[in-house]
């Protein structure tokens, strides 16, 4: 009787076991292979820079000063450079709501890390690009 129960037993183990070697796992095989991120994800920044008129709404609202701004740094009629501190912002969303030009957006790109915490100072050669072209990331384009 013993022997069957304990057969049994071993049973259910081996079927659990089975189970879990057969499913897909939970996680994912970052970065190969990435989640899909909602559409209104706040990852980091990326300035348009042609539609950027140096109003500086973007800078006013940040409620953690994260941002700053070079007015002589022009490449257009009235454009400005913007400076992205990523070790004081908190991805709030208040930058983006607050310019009316169309000219700052968030990205779902979420995996920023750098080797040195002054490269989390994210200036134009930065923040106008994906570093990926063209300017599509995970089904929205920017330009
Ligand atoms: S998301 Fe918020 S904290 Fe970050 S730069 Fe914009 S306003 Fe500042
Ligand atoms: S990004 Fe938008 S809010 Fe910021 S300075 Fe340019 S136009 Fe103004």
Redesign the pocket.
Known sequence: MGFFRNLGDIFQILRHVFRQVMSRPFTYFYPFEDREYPERTRGRHI??RE?????????R?CPNVA?S?DKSDKHYE???A?FFDYTRCIFCGM?TQ???????FHTKVVDISEGEREDLLYGPDKIETLDRDPLEWRGRRFR
């Open positions: 300035h348009v539609k950027c008129t140096a109003c500086m709404q973007c800078v609202a941002i701004i009235k454009d400005a913007l930058c607050a310019c009316r030009f169309d000219a700052l």
